[in-house]
């Protein structure tokens, strides 16, 4: 079956890819979102919720001077229409606080309701024509010409290559697949503790490379936190948030001979 009616399909229903649809629809796009998962939401579902700008450019230069400047200036200066677009979609923003004795820089944190958020951005999409599909997976970016023109997605009932001038990849990180951790991080991160959506596997990072893409910049940072080790039991998604120990740049962090194990001063929690 070929279905060539959509003006974007979004692979990943998680927060960037939901976003970015919901975007898509409300400028009047026809949008397909396809999730792996049995239901939306990602690594949303089990974050802070909390929507956090740097105070300003300079500051968070000042942190990382290897960011990318456009991208931090949008933080920056896009971030009241940002608020403007979720509260507009109905979900409850608290008033502005403080989180720089956790981020270790000037910035503004909002809490949010990032689960009416996720399915508020769904119902735009099905209003505007589109669909999200769930327990769908993407195996293949259909290409003509050197040019990807759609999608093969399959579900329990057999696979469908639907065509669309727009396909946007947002299946999160590789945090949940080991060896591309140990490509990537370096083979001691095979064996992480792994607090995140697990059905991100590096899949979008698979298809673009079998359509002739490849990473742009240095990948070896990841955001992470110190956690005890040592639980009597297996490690539980709602253990992160609670477990977690904001305080690796006021500390040493020593091996099991008593070594330094790197400069921890280059974390920022
Ligand atoms: C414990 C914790 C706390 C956090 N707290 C905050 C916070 O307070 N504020 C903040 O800004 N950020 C926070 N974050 C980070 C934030 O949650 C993530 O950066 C964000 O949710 C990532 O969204 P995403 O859409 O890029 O990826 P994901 O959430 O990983 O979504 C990707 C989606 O794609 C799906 N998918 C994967 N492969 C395929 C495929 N082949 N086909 C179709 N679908 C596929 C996945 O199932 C998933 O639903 C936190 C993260 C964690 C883990």
Not at 85 to 101: P, Q
Not at 202 to 208: N, S, T
Not at 215 to 232: I, K
Not at 236 to 254: A, K, W
């Amino acid at each position: 079956m070929a279905s060539d009616d959509m003006d974007v399909v979004v692979l990943g229903g998680g927060m960037a890819g939901l976003t970015a649809a919901a975007t898509a629809a409300a400028g009047g796009r026809k949008v397909l979102v396809v999730e792996k998962s049995a239901a939306i939401g990602g690594s949303a579902l089990i974050s802070g919720g909390i929507i956090w700008s740097p105070e300003s450019v300079e500051a968070y230069r000042r942190l990382d001077d290897r960011s990318d400047e456009t991208l931090i200036r949008l933080a920056v200066e896009g971030i009241a229409d940002g608020l403007r677009w979720v509260a507009g979609l109905g979900a409850e923003v608290s008033e502005d606080f403080r989180l720089d004795h956790v981020l270790h820089f000037p910035s503004v944190a909002r809490r949010f309701d990032n689960h009416t958020y996720l399915h508020q951005c769904a119902r735009l999409v099905e209003r505007a024509g589109g669909h999200v599909v769930t327990e769908t997976n993407t195996t293949t970016l259909l290409t003509r010409d050197s040019r990807v023109v759609g999608v093969r997605i399959s579900d329990r009932d057999g696979s469908t290559d639907v065509l669309a001038p727009w396909i946007v990849l947002a299946t999160g990180g590789f945090q949940g697949d080991p060896e591309l951790r140990a490509e990537f991080l370096g083979p001691g991160t095979r064996e992480l503790v792994l607090r995140a959506n697990r059905a991100s596997v590096g899949d979008g990072l698979r298809l673009a490379r079998s359509a002739g893409a490849d990473v742009a910049h240095e990948t070896s940072a990841f955001y992470g936190n110190l956690l005890p080790t040592g639980l009597p039991r297996p490690f539980v998604d709602g253990d992160f948030l609670r477990l977690s120990q904001y305080h690796s740049i006021h500390s040493l962090l020593l091996d099991t001979n008593g070594d330094r194990i790197g400069d921890e001063s280059v974390a920022t929690t």
